[in-house]
Structure formats: C-alpha cells, structure tokens
C-alpha cells in the first residue's frame, strides 16, 4: 500500500481523480440516452474544464490558510506544476469549448460563470462565491447535476423534458450528500473563515442525518425511474450500489479523516457509478 501512495498523491493533488469521475459521468449518461459507450468532445471538455476549475482553485489557496488536512505532501511541494497545469487545462479547455454544438455552448454559460465565481475572487473584499454563507452546496450541487443531466441530452439533441427534472433532482441528491461529506472535513476552517454550513449551524451528526435523507431520496426516485422504465437494470443496480457505498462514507466521515478518504474513496462515487453500469452491463 505504501507503494501506491505517491499514486494517490499525484492523483488527489492534481485533481484528476476528480476530473476522471467528472468525465466518466458525462460518459455514463450518454450511454443511458443512446445504450453505448462513446468518446466523445463533450467528455474531453469536461475532463479538462474540472481540471482547470479545480486546479485554479488549489493555486489560488496557496496564498491562503488552508486547512491542514486537505494538504498532500504532493501538492506543498509541486506549486509549479500545479500552475502549469491549471494553465494547459484551461487551454485545452478553451479550445475543446470553441469545438462544441453553439447550443452546448450557450447551455455552459451560466455554470461557468458560477464555476468561475465559486474559486475566483471576483466579489468585494476578495470573496468567492464559496465564501457565501448557505449558498456553497446549493451551487455545488446544482452545477454538477446540470452538467451531469442537462448536457449530455442538449449535446445528444434529446429536448428537455418533465423527465429531465426528475433526474436532475436525482443527481442534485447525490452530489448535495457528497458537499456535505466535505463540507464535514471543511468545518473548522469554514467556521474560522466565517463561511456558514450545514456541519457548522447544525453540526456534524445533523448534517448527516440530512445527507443520508438525500441519499435515501434519491435511492426512491432512482427506484421509480426503474419501475417507469427509465432506467435499465444494470443503470439502476449501479445507481444504487453507489448511492448506499455513499451513504456509507458519509457516515464514517469526521474532520480527522485522511485526505484520501474524502479526495479518492468520496469523490471515487463519481467513477464507481459509470463503473458499475458497465460491469453490470457486461455480466447481464
């Protein structure tokens, strides 16, 4: 296991294990719009735009009074190849962005922007979206759920539809039980920033009695997506295999958790999901 570490710090520190997941959910749902698996620009560019967003966000916390256990010996260490990175992502990403349908295109806008404003400082007194009281996880979750939703079916050219409220709200259950994961990890830095969150007005346990209400919701509409027919057996085997393991995390989560149980095992959720529609997509 100790030879592996390094992995898991290049990983976790340059964030690709977070922009794999990212990807790999775009990739996902394109296979439960079209029954297969494709490569596709939409995939490409949302590998390097959280590779961008997420590294941006890291370069900027240099400067800043992170807390300690969500800092790698990786990344003390690699500031400048953090940097580079963060700068060929968006590069990439800013050309991948130019390459895509205009309708995706217009349909990104306003999730960059909040993307944008969730890690730049473009608020008076230097603040970031994040830094607002309450509204962190409600972005966070919104964000994910309408790239992970809503682009693959404007991308696929399939209309939004009533149905396309139902699993985004599927999705916005998951990833909100995951920011509660963090923001449990987060809480004592959040509290001295004076950034208000669920773990710091209600405390830990509450939160995640919260979370693993989500959790729950979304196994019951996950559920009712089956029944109605939305959602294949391998799709909704994978879907709930993912949503108990998260559950599962977020119970043994605490601020005194490595930062490979919440930067690998919770964000991990992201490619175990794809994974499992694939495993049991093939064995079924």
Known sequence: MKQLAPIGDVLMGSNLWLAIGASS???????????????????????????????WHRVLGFKKNRPNHTVTTWVDSHHQTILVLALLASFCAGVLYLLLPLKVQLALLIPCALGLSYSLPIFPKQKRLRDVPRLKILVLASVWAWVVVCLPRIFTNIPLSPITGVFFLEKWLFFFAIAIGFDIRDVAFDLSQGVLTLPGKLGIKAAKSIGILALLLAIGIG???????????????????????????????????????????????????PLGIWFFSFVG
């Open 223 to 273: 559920t009712s997506l089956y029944a109605g027919q939305y959602y294949s057996l391998s799709v909704y085997a994978a879907d709930l295999v993912c949503l108990m393991c998260t559950g599962l995390l977020l119970l043994l989560a605490s601020p005194e958790r490595s930062p490979a149980f919440f930067n690998l095992l919770l964000d991990g959720m992201l490619i175990l999901q």
């Open 25 to 55: 959910m775009i990739s996902a749902s394109i296979f439960c719009l079209k029954g297969a698996w494709e490569w596709n620009e939409l995939e490409i560019w949302v590998f390097f735009a959280t590779l961008s967003l997420y590294n």
